[in-house]
């Protein structure tokens, strides 16, 4: 499966705790993007990265929240001190640079 | 006034039917627009790209008025597997590629 593959697909955190979400872009693609989804919400987006750099975090919360995609691995959004607010559907979308972004089957995260 | 706006619906039509969906969008900038469609608690996937005035592909035909800002959603002959939410999305041309959501337009298509 040459898709965007993100895991889990379901997270249950109690609050304080810390939620880690990864993200496997296409094959080929370098091009990584996150979005929130609240229920019976729009998506949101969060941030972009190519390999090793942040290029926009503008949508990114200035605390608790980061991204990293390193030269190895997945891109991996970091939620430290999981907050109710923060139960959502957190998608990874990838891309080769070309405008058209793809996406993974998404994360759901339950904040208890 | 948001960056693209849809009607929610949801719009109810029967198999066979014609439907159409507008969104407006805010930044005059933008250059690239997409249809997306969403299944009830799944991922978007891309059903169009939109550059230029439209672009056709089957029973599905997306159209392009930069002048008013806005891009439209046209579905032939509807199929019960077309019930989804169809989120009009704008490239806004920030210098990357950075696309702002819709909140979608929800269809129902009954037998």
């Known amino acids: 499966n040459a898709g965007v593959m993100q895991n889990p697909r379901h997270l249950v955190r109690r609050r304080g705790q810390e939620a880690r979400l990864r993200c496997s872009p296409m094959?080929?693609?370098?091009?990584v993007y996150w979005y929130r989804q609240l229920p019976e919400e729009g998506l949101k987006f969060m941030v972009y990265?190519?390999?090793?750099?942040?290029?926009?975090e503008s949508g990114m919360p200035k605390e608790r929240f980061s991204a990293e995609f390193p030269k190895e691995g997945p891109s991996i959004l970091r939620i430290q001190q999981v907050v109710r607010g923060d139960s959502a559907a957190y998608f990874c979308?990838?891309?080769?640079?070309?405008?058209?972004?793809?996406f993974g089957p998404g994360t759901r995260l339950t904040v208890t | 006034r948001k960056e693209v706006e849809q009607d929610p619906g949801p719009f109810n039509v029967p198999e066979g039917a014609t439907v159409a969906f507008n969104c407006t969008y805010s930044?005059?900038?933008?250059?690239?627009f997409f249809w997306y469609r969403q299944d009830c608690r799944k991922e978007p996937k891309l059903l169009m790209s939109?550059?230029?005035s439209g672009n056709e592909d089957g029973r599905f035909t997306a159209q392009l008025n930069r002048a008013s800002q806005y891009i439209s959603l046209l579905i032939r002959d509807s199929k019960l597997s077309d019930s989804a939410t169809y989120l009009c999305?704008?490239?806004?041309?920030?210098?990357?590629?950075?696309?702002?959501f819709g909140t979608g337009t929800r269809l129902l298509v009954s037998p």
């Open positions: 930044n005059s900038a933008s250059q690239s």
């Open positions: 094959k080929g693609h370098s091009h």
């Open positions: 990265l190519q390999k090793e750099n942040i290029i926009d």
């Open positions: 939109v550059y230029s």
């Open positions: 999305v704008v490239n806004m041309n920030t210098g990357f590629q950075k696309l702002v």
């Open positions: 979308a990838s891309s080769n640079g070309a405008p058209e972004q793809y």
